[in-house]
């Protein structure tokens, strides 16, 4: 039994919503021959994109406090993922950097990644895919844009009410299910 086989959409918004957490519990979770949690894919995805970057600015980017962002990165540090060097604009400062292993296996779990979607999506014709990746696409850049337009802490989406609908509607899907 899947953790949410009580939970029943009753709008497509709600069955968006529902696909979106379907997949992002899978591919948060470690696949076979995965060293590193998603957190650490993540933190090495954004270095992989940006290059080094001053803890403050990998934290803004990850969405993550500093605090946070400083565990990850002494975890990914010890494992031989990242290193710290000197900020060559500011001497008492440091950037994070991807190790060559860290690259490594960057792109590896990147790979394992990709190749899931592309079995999910075995059977969809080129047109399906293109379809699927732009209008993904679209939608992301218009959760990006929402978000960062009420500025402050982007990780509070949670608290403009979509917790609430969520909570209210898995309630009361789980009651219609009794």
Same mark, same amino acid.
Request: net charge negative; aromatic share 6%; with cysteine.
């Given at each position: ?15 968006v ?9 899978r591919?948060?979770?470690?696949a ?14 954004v ?25 990850h ?6 494992? #031989?993922?990242? !290193?710290?060097? *000197? =900020?060559?604009?500011?001497?008492? @400062?440091? %950037?994070?950097?991807?190790? &060559? ?8 779990a ?29 939608f ?11 500025? #402050?802490?982007? !990780?509070?989406? *949670? =608290?403009?009410?979509?917790?609430? @609908?969520? %909570?209210?509607?898995?309630? &009361? ?6």
């Amino acid at each position: 039994m899947q953790a949410n086989d009580a939970y029943v959409p009753q709008t497509p918004i709600e069955g968006v919503l529902h696909a979106f957490t379907r997949i992002g519990r899978r591919l948060k979770s470690k696949a076979p021959g995965d060293t590193i949690d998603h957190s650490a894919h993540v933190l090495l995805f954004v270095l992989r994109c940006n290059g080094a970057l001053r803890l403050s600015d990998l934290a803004a980017k990850m969405e993550l406090d500093a605090s946070t962002t400083s565990r990850h990165v002494r975890a990914m540090e010890q494992a #031989g993922l990242v !290193r710290r060097s *000197a =900020d060559p604009d500011d001497g008492r @400062a440091f %950037r994070v950097e991807l190790t &060559e292993r860290g690259i490594e296996e960057w792109e590896a779990a990147a790979k394992r990644r990709t190749a899931l979607l592309a079995q999910a999506m075995e059977g969809w014709t080129d047109e399906d895919i293109v379809t699927f990746e732009r209008l993904m696409t679209r939608f992301a850049e218009g959760v990006t844009t929402i978000v960062d337009a009420r500025g #402050g802490d982007p !990780r509070a989406w *949670a =608290d403009k009410g979509w917790a609430i @609908a969520a %909570r209210q509607n898995t309630e &009361e899907n789980v009651e219609s299910t009794r």
